[in-house]
């Protein structure tokens, strides 16, 4: 590939952290990706640094008003050592999307997967062999610009750091227990649930936070309207298997158009299920339980991929999902997702691409 950025190597690299007792998101790696925005240049002087903190201006925006936003995908190492992205254009796409919604300037066409690529091959090494693990990919924008007025900036950051990660469950696929958030929400029509931004995130610590003091790992959204449809479960999309029809809520724009989630359909589509993207309230799915036809439930997302649902708690109203095991449908996604992504199996949709 031809090298548009300029590279500083560190002279101070760091240990390769134990592949066996990696987390999620605690060690990165030894270089960053680095690019400034102003108003006069655009995007310009894309670089990638050594690691290391950055000096920001204690005016400035992001810290004031939230402007900001970030991706997330991760980078997985074959058995014959090449490395591939999966869907890297879609991040792409969805970050624009995201952009254009927090009024921060677009970047030029390609850039972020460009980015990606050139820093992942700097990094290559920092990629994780064994099973199960991979290298997350964090790009995010920043405002940079120091002013304490209310409109938008005319400086920003794009940033992209890496961090080697473990499977999301040690254990493997484990089915999790959720609460249906009832008193907080998360997103409504016209406001900002479908765009990756930190605000959002802010917003539903409170929330998940309730939901882990009370024994369970995370929440399942309610629509902020009417607070009756399900929507997502914390911060992945979620599906609910209903007498053999797999319905996940549309994106109607309170919900993240999660790359995995576009990626469950496609797969379920090929097999020849039945998938509904539809509205459907928690009386029903509690109803589908009560009959004995409600067949699974499961998350999607990139960080965990595939996460069953073996226990929700609505109202104080419990129900388990599936005897609490892992269901028939979200044990196959996972295994063809992941078979995919690490190249080990066939790519029929083209998804992954070679770093
Ligand atoms: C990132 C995210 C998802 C999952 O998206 P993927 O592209 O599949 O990783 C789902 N919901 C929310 C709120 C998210 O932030």
């Not at 058995?79 to 792409?92: S, Y």
Request: charged share 25%; with cysteine.
């Amino acid at each position: 590939m031809k090298q548009e950025f300029t590279v500083l190597k560190t002279t101070n690299p760091k240990m390769k952290p134990d592949p066996d007792t990696l987390q999620f998101g605690t060690v990165f790696t030894d270089h960053m990706f680095i690019m400034d925005y102003s108003k006069e240049k655009g995007w310009y002087d894309g670089r990638i640094v050594p690691y290391g903190p950055i000096p920001l201006d204690p005016a400035a925006a992001v810290f004031h008003y939230a402007q900001e936003f970030f991706e997330g995908l991760k980078a997985y190492k074959t058995k014959d050592d090449r490395v591939l992205l999966f869907r890297p254009e879609m991040n792409e796409k969805r970050a624009n999307l995201t952009a254009e919604r927090l009024c921060i300037p677009p970047m030029p066409p390609g850039l972020m997967v460009k980015a990606i690529k050139a820093l992942v091959s700097v990094e290559r090494d920092w990629i994780p062999g064994k099973e199960g693990t991979s290298l997350y990919i964090r790009p995010f924008v920043i405002a940079t610009e120091p002013f304490l007025g209310v409109r938008e900036a005319h400086r920003y950051m794009f940033i992209i750091i890496l961090s080697p990660v473990g499977p999301y469950y040690k254990e493997g696929l484990f089915p999790t227990k959720i609460f249906v958030e009832n008193e907080y929400v998360r997103a409504v029509p016209g406001g900002t649930g479908n765009v990756k931004i930190g605000g959002n995130y802010a917003a539903a610590l409170k929330s998940q936070e309730k939901a882990q003091g009370n024994g369970y790992s995370q929440v399942l959204w309610l629509d902020g309207v009417e607070r009756k449809y399900v929507e997502e479960i914390g911060t992945s999309n979620a599906f609910f298997i209903i007498d053999g029809e797999i319905v996940t809520a549309p994106l109607s724009g309170t919900i993240l158009p999660g790359i995995t989630r576009d990626s469950v359909i496609t797969l379920l589509k090929s097999w020849g299920e039945k998938v509904a993207e539809k509205r459907i309230t928690i009386q029903e799915i509690y109803e589908a339980h009560a009959a004995g036809k409600l067949d699974e439930v499961f998350a999607s997302g990139t960080a965990a991929v595939i996460s069953p649902v073996g226990e929700l708690c609505w109202q104080g109203k419990k129900i388990i999902v599936n005897n609490g095991e892992i269901g028939r449908i979200s044990q196959k996604l996972y295994d063809e997702l992941t078979a995919i992504q690490i190249g080990k199996r066939e790519d029929p949709f083209d998804w992954t691409t070679e770093v």
